[in-house]
């Protein structure tokens, strides 16, 4: 188990036994100072089980019918091998998934982490199938913000991957600590370095993960993962912002803000009325009044808000 | 006692008894969420009475000496009724109050709020002698940024007051909670609304405080206070900023950064080495490895870093 010490040793991602400790202020700490953290065990079997069959059912799908809507594949979706590696919007696909968004273990941890007025931005399933997939070049995510670093390099926009199968030293995410705090230079110098060659990990760590455990990354952070063949990783990958920061700095428009806290807020209540989680006390989303931009809305009838259609940059 | 649901009632300050409970997820909720949070009892009753020795000091040369250097008075000091009301770079001017610089339960609630890289920017008296004090118009603090809401109207630039008397409901500062989350147009258009008259309190809270409380408020939170005569109140403030968003957009410049780690750094000393707090843990600053800029750098003789030879904008 790791020690408060531990937590500031910079050559391994910091831990949490979520369900044994909480989220605690050690914790908060490293995510802050490194950009990453490991959370282990935030689902039962029984959701693990539920989710993963959501995931496996979304996969077969992509397979049959060969669509890219929705789907990105590895090439064109008739050329021979093929593979899908990414499907958007699984909260809108997959009833056990949009349950899982309302899990409130999880939106405690990014309420610490994100603040009272988070909303849920992007949500994928990022996979790779037994055909393989490439190598994820190192890289920040999208969406930044002009000087990054001070708007967001301790932590306030932040991708929560949670994973339905191991993630080994050979295929997993790779991380370098602190990388989100560097400068775009320095980033960009050392990204370039590391890509130049077809798996260099100099100065990065490895995130082994297992099925239902939770991997926090500040967007800035620098990370990458090697190519693999044979073997099947599903990740659910959620991001979550700041109500205050999208509405001032974007990058989708003020309208969309509203929308994804009654996305948000369909995903809380489908899971309070679920008699599985009938133990569970539901998350209490309390955004500051001003942020509250669902009321007066009309109802929503999907759960999908396609990013392209409320981008404001 | 608070309850958590009690946090979220916006018709008062939420409080946090440090030494009971320490600092809770639920307090830290709350102070982003009002943009201010009380912390009773955060001095005990020694310190409590060194510091107030160190500020009647303090008070006392500037009656005396009537000096303009680093003391704010209400009128030019030699008129008559004029009184000091203020006296910046407190810490290098009075041990107790460099040492209660270094106190590592403020410095961990900080770390908390403020993330690992958090510098000490302004420190202050800001009093009240017998003789009187004006109004304190309704305000935002003075350092603010573009999209300053977006950048932290979540509460990463904080204002810590630590209170050496007692201030009731007639002599105490006021919010509102959650204007930290305000746009511009909002916020002065209730400012000007709140200064036409004397002193009115529509939509505020009083942040009614003990001597040895620590009052928090995010520089972005609409404060203000009724002028006051014949009575003392003493507050010394400490303002807190990530060095990271110091960095990339100031308001001091880079140099800064370093000069002030060194100033925490040496409070921290000046504390550990002293006999009377020989059985505090002593506070560990251990910010991101690219944000050390003490680094190689000559030792400090004073603790005195003038805002405007560092001024950015």
């Known amino acids: 188990m790791s020690s408060v010490g531990d937590l500031r040793v910079v050559n391994r991602i910091a831990e949490c036994d979520i369900r044994r400790t909480g989220l605690l202020p050690e914790h908060v700490t490293a995510f802050r100072r490194q950009g990453v953290l490991v959370v282990r065990g935030l689902l039962t079997p029984q959701e693990l089980a539920d989710v993963q069959e959501a995931g496996r059912a979304l996969i077969d799908r992509a397979w049959s019918t060969r669509s890219m809507e929705d789907t990105v594949w590895t090439l064109e979706p008739d050329q021979p091998g093929a593979a899908p590696v990414r499907i958007e919007y699984v909260v809108d696909k997959a009833r056990p998934i949009a349950m899982l968004a309302g899990h409130p273990l999880l939106l405690r941890i990014m309420e610490q982490l994100v603040g009272p007025n988070l909303i849920p931005t992007w949500d994928s399933m990022v996979f790779k199938t037994p055909a393989g997939a490439p190598r994820l ?54 990204a370039d370095q590391l890509n130049a060659s077809e798996w260099d990990t100099t100065g990065a760590v490895p995130a082994v993960m297992q099925p239902g455990d939770l991997l926090l990354h500040n967007i800035l952070t620098l990370h990458g993962a090697p190519a693999v063949v044979g073997k099947q990783r599903r990740v659910i990958y959620f991001e ?74």
Chains 1, 2 share one sequence.
């Open 137 to 190: 070049a190192w890289h920040r995510d999208a969406g930044l913000y002009d000087n990054a670093v001070g708007v967001t390099g301790a932590g306030r926009v932040i991708d929560a991957g949670i994973y339905l199968d191991p993630a080994p030293e050979d295929n997993c995410v790779w991380c370098i600590p602190e990388s989100n705090y560097w400068g775009d230079d320095r980033l960009t110098a050392t």
């Open 240 to 313: 979550y912002r700041p109500a205050e920061v999208e509405w001032q700095l974007g990058p989708h428009s003020a309208e969309y803000i509203g929308l994804k806290q009654q996305v948000l807020r369909s995903c809380i209540q489908m899971r309070a009325n679920e008699p599985q989680f009938g133990d569970e006390e539901p998350f209490d989303y309390q955004p500051a009044e001003s942020l509250r931009h669902w009321v007066d809305r009309p109802e929503i009838d999907t759960l999908r808000f396609a990013h392209e259609e409320y981008w404001r940059w």
